[in-house]
Every structure is written in C-alpha cells, then in structure tokens.
C-alpha cells in the first residue's frame, strides 16, 4: 500500500507544480499563449511552486531515484543534439546508424495480447495481477523488444583524443602538423627556451605530444632554461605536499568546515557528464587543490567557478601518461608517485592563472563585474543590433555574460574546446584577463542569427544560456579566436575603463 501512495503521489497531491487545483478547470481554448516579452513580464507570469514537504520530498526521491540529476539546460541541450544526430542518421564519429523500423500492426496485436496477460478482470474492470505483475517474463521480453528498436546513442568524446579531432572528423596528423611537432620538439630541447617563440607557435594550437611541458613553460611553472627544470618541479611537488601535510587536517575546523563543505558540493558537479571526473580518486585530488588554494588566498578564498580551472590543468598533465581515451581513464590505475606529480602541477598552473585575474573572485567579484560591462560597450560598437535587440527585451548582460567571466567560457564549450582555446590564452600576454573578452564578444556574435531571431525575454535568455556547441572542435574554436584577434586591434580602444 505505501509503494501505491507514492506511485500516485504526483496523480493526487495538489501541490504539484503544474497540476491544476480540483475546484480550477483548466482552459485550453487558446492554444497560444503569449510569452513574456520582458523580464518584469516574464517574472509575473512566473510562480515558483516547489513547495513540497520534506517526507513527501523523500519519498518522491526514493522512488525516482534512477532519474538523472542533469541541469535542465544541459540535458535540453543534449537532447536536441540527440535528436539532430538521430534525424542525420550519423554519429560523430562518421559511423552510420539506421533509424528503427516501424512496427508492424501484428506485433502492436502480440505486445498487447502479452500485456493483457498480466491483467485479471474483476467487475467487468481490468486490474493488473498482483501476482508476478512486475517480474512477468513475457513482459520482460517485450521491453527487452522495445529497447533494442532504439537508435544506438553515439558516443560524443568530450576530451578529445590525439590532436583533438576536428568536428568533420579530419585525419589526426597531417603534414603540416607533423612540421609544427617537430618545431615545438625544437624549441623545447633547447638549453634556454625562447618564450616567445614558443608563444608565437603556440597561439595556433599546441601538439597533443608536448602540451603539457608547453603549458608549464608559458604558465610561468617551469624556468625556460633546461637544466633547472627538474630541480624546480622537484622543489616546488615537494611544497606542496608540505602544504596538504600543514592545512589539509584543518578542513575541518570551524574556521574553514564552510569552505571545505562547498568545495565537497561542487566538486561533483565538475563536469558531470566525464566518467574521469567522477572517480573518487579525481574528486580527492580536487578537494585538497582547492581547499589548499583557498586558505592560502584568504582575500578570496573559494568561490563557486574555480573549481571548474582546475579541470584542463588536470586533463592536459594526465594526458601525458595515457594513451587511450582520457575521459574513460581510470586514474588509480597510475603509480602513486605519477598522480601525485599531477595534482601538483596541477595546482600550480591554476594557482598562476588566478594571480592574473584575482579580482574575479574577490569581494563582490569587481573584476566579473568590469569585464561584463566591457563587453557590453564592446558589442554596443560592434553590432548595435545585437545590442539594441537585447535592450527592447530587458537582457541585461549580466544575466548571462557572468557565467562566461566566471568559468571562462568553461560552461559554454566541451572540454575539448577549452583546452584549445588554453593554448592561444597563454600564448598571449594577457590571454586569461584581457583577450578573453574580445573572445566573449566574438563568441555571441557568432549567434547573431539565433538572437536576433528571438523576440522575447525568456527565449533569448535560454538560448544564451543553452548554445548547442558540443560538436565544436578545432575548426570552430580557430575561427572564433581569429574574429576575436580581429576585434581586438579593430576595438582595443572601446573598454577605455577596461585596463584599469
């Protein structure tokens, strides 16, 4: 009886968002309903309705727990990528899938015969059979039947193998890259590595090969001269397994427990839909990155978004010990020494790309604050239509552009594509602070169409928080990174406020 009450719980509650009172018969003679063309429309029409009790909460919980936990946004988003992939017919990977075959009259005739089967008939109604109602093999079967019609979902690599493939699914090396290696290689053998020309080769891409000594050099990790370099990382993994052995125990002090607790949170969050960042072994390494980061930059301390600048570091450094699929990688597979070699170079790169934009996440986050409004004088100069557009339906930047300083676009591309664009960022002078900004402002310009072909609040703000980017690669991350080096010696004047 109590796995019948909440099975209908969603059928009898009268609190549940969406369902209409008793005593209120809803009314469907106007099919279109107008949609909010502004925010303060928008927020009138809008009733936050979750306002279940905590038991039926639970038991709410407890009976649909297989549900994913996937943000809406992302999991729309996923789903309409599913359902162009199933129309085209081809996965990403080029491999062709056919699309299930109708049923036929017949076998609609036998699932319904089979279902029938678990019915009894008891004053003149049909009511399934107590008996086996759940486990019957004839029902099995014929789910069983059902599933193997669904199209095969194919498998989108959001670390991106060998030389991050491109969307059209290029050859991984071609000549032209085989010469670009062998430069690097150069480069780097040198007794006294010439940043900038390192720096130069690098704004294009770096090799998969030689990604990680790169980004340790352009970082400032690692000294350009080739005989420290070994002396340093040995200095510098040592600091900080000295720091995990001082503060690490405090986590738990009343001091930081508030600290340590919403990193706990987030760290789950982390890229959910990567099996590697789900291991237990990664989400420890990541926890004392942070925790450690944090009580060591008190004018900051932890805030939600770091956590995620964490992730390329960490990709890019186990990279160099794995050859086969990254995102699949079970990482407690590496000798200890290795993973600890990577979580602390890790948490050095990171902690040498927050140095440069700290302002972001102290008090009031200033420095969010100062490139949103530069974006928006940015875009007012680059496409007034855009900008007009937005201001007729009440858009604020902020409401979307926040997320973009925030996480550096990190919620905006997959992983592949951040990576990518890392490489270009910290080839320039200012990549992570100042250019990123004109790759913002190229990177909404690349939806003009979509945006200007909305016209209500609430369509435009979930377009901009939903931009179906996941079969980005190469190609695309490189002409966006063009169109923003363009803006940025046509506009570098226009944030005049920007650079103080």
């Not at 008793?22 to 099919?31: H, M, S």
């Not at 940015?378 to 930047?397: G, M």
Request: with cysteine.
């Amino acid at each position: 009886m109590a796995t019948d009450n909440r099975i209908n719980f969603w059928r009898r509650n009268a609190k549940v968002p969406g369902r209409y009172p008793k005593d209120i018969k809803p009314k469907f003679n106007n099919l279109k309903s107008k949609k909010a063309s502004s925010f303060h429309e928008f927020a009138r029409s809008t009733n936050d309705a979750w306002d279940i009790d905590d038991e039926e909460d639970e038991d709410f919980l407890g009976t649909h727990a297989p549900i994913s936990s996937l943000p809406s946004g992302l999991h729309s988003t996923s789903m309409q990528n599913q359902q162009q992939q199933n129309q085209a017919g081809v996965t990403e990977t080029g491999v062709s899938h056919r699309l299930p075959a109708p049923r036929t009259e017949a076998q609609n005739l036998q699932d319904a015969q089979e279902e029938d089967t678990d019915c009894e008939h008891v004053n003149g109604k049909v009511v399934k059979s107590s008996s086996d109602a759940h486990l019957n093999a004839s029902s099995v079967r014929s789910t069983l039947q059902k599933q193997h019609t669904l199209p095969v979902r194919p498998i989108i690599p959001l670390v991106a193998r060998i030389s991050d493939q491109n969307a059209s699914g290029a050859p991984p090396m071609t000549v032209r890259e085989k010469n670009r290696l062998d430069k690097f290689k150069q480069l780097l053998a040198s007794p006294n590595t010439d940043l900038e020309e390192l720096r130069k080769h690098s704004w294009s891409g770096i090799p998969r090969e030689v990604r990680p000594i790169t980004w340790r050099l352009l970082s400032g990790y690692l000294p350009a001269n080739k005989e420290r370099r070994e002396l340093v990382l040995k200095r510098k993994r040592e600091e900080y397994f000295g720091f995990i052995e001082q503060y690490y125990h405090s986590r738990t002090d009343e001091h930081y427990k508030d600290t340590y607790r919403q990193i706990h949170i987030d760290i789950p969050r982390t890229n959910p839909l990567i099996p590697l960042f789900q291991q237990p072994v990664v989400q420890e390494v990541f926890e004392r990155i942070l925790f450690i980061w944090a009580i060591r930059h008190p004018a900051s301390g932890y805030v939600q978004g770091i956590n995620d600048l964490v992730t390329p570091f960490f990709v890019v450094f186990l990279s160099e010990f794995v050859t086969e699929d990254v995102e699949n990688f079970d990482v407690a597979a590496l000798p200890l020494d290795t993973q600890r070699n990577i979580e602390a170079d890790s948490f050095w790169c990171m902690s040498k790309l927050l140095d440069g934009i700290q302002d972001n996440y102290t008090f009031a986050q200033p420095g969010i604050q100062n490139k949103v409004k530069a974006l928006e004088e940015l875009v007012s100069r680059i496409d007034e239509d855009i900008h007009n557009h937005f201001k007729k339906y009440e858009v604020e930047y902020l409401q979307f552009a926040f997320r973009w300083m925030n996480n550096l676009l990190m919620r905006e591309l997959p992983l592949r594509c951040t990576i990518r664009l890392w490489d270009t960022y910290q080839a320039e002078a200012e990549g992570f602070s100042h250019f990123h900004l004109y790759v913002c402002a190229a990177f909404l310009i690349e939806w003009r169409k979509e945006i200007l072909s909305m016209v209500d609040f609430q369509g435009l703000l979930m377009l901009l928080q939903n931009l179906p980017t996941i079969h980005w690669g190469n190609e695309e991350v490189g002409l966006l990174l063009a169109e923003a080096y363009r803006l940025k010696y046509m506009f570098a004047d226009a944030p005049s406020h920007y650079k103080r």
